[in-house]
């Protein structure tokens, strides 16, 4: 009976993830300071149905992706300005090549999907591919796709946090090659007076601040 029902259970498991395999699922992604052409990569594959055991070139075994926050991609180095999108509209003088960084502040979401149209590939497959593709400049989202979303799919890019970002108690843990005093003052915090204008070559210093008693009247501490 063991036996019976350990082959039943995983019959159970194979039936559903033969199941999951050719149903369509909703995968999510942010693209929150990721590269904007391994972002367009892996959402190919997931579009296209790539990472299925069932694929073909022919077959629309493909999933739905959501990506999110798509206004905060990143690009490397200089690309925003160098990378330029060529649109021809087949009218006389209608041919433009706009840079990247000025399409993406016109529609935050065009540069995502012309990164991921390109990466599916020159084939007549890919605008059904691309139907099931989702773009959100924001987090916000309709409540009947957040309803439908089952998998998450990993960053392409690690995320490096800032220094501001680290709390105090993980930069006191973090390991030092020095151990400072406790009576050690830094020396951007150290305070300093105004050292003032040093002369030039042939020029007289500055005369020297007056004190307070300098400064009170000569006849007034005299007695008649």
Not at 44 to 67: F, S
Request: aromatic fraction near 10%.
């Amino acid at each position: 009976q063991s036996q019976m029902s350990h082959s039943g259970v995983v019959s159970r498991m194979n039936r559903v993830r033969q199941w999951a395999q050719f149903a369509r699922q909703w995968n999510l992604m942010d693209a929150s300071h990721q590269d904007i052409f391994k972002l367009g990569e892996t959402v190919a594959i997931h579009l296209a149905g790539r990472h299925k055991p069932i694929y073909h070139p022919e077959a629309d075994c493909g999933d739905h992706v959501v990506v999110f926050n798509c206004k905060d991609v990143a690009m490397h180095g200089f690309d925003w300005k160098h990378t330029t999108f060529h649109f021809d509209k087949g009218y006389p003088r209608s041919k433009a090549d706009i840079p990247a960084w000025q399409l993406h502040e016109y529609d935050p979401c065009r540069v995502v999907f012309l990164s991921i149209y390109k990466a599916l590939g020159n084939n007549l497959p890919r605008r059904r591919h691309i139907q099931r593709l989702h773009l959100f400049p924001d987090g916000e989202m309709p409540e009947f796709v957040q309803k439908n979303i089952v998998n998450v799919i990993s960053p392409v890019t690690s995320v490096v946090r800032r220094s501001d970002e680290y709390t105090a108690e993980e930069r006191a843990a973090f390991p030092r090659l020095v151990q400072q005093l406790p009576n050690h003052v830094v020396d951007w915090e150290r305070p300093f007076s105004n050292p003032g204008r040093h002369p030039r070559q042939g020029e007289r210093p500055p005369p020297a601040p007056k004190t307070e008693a300098a400064k009170a009247p000569a006849g007034k501490g005299k007695k008649k």
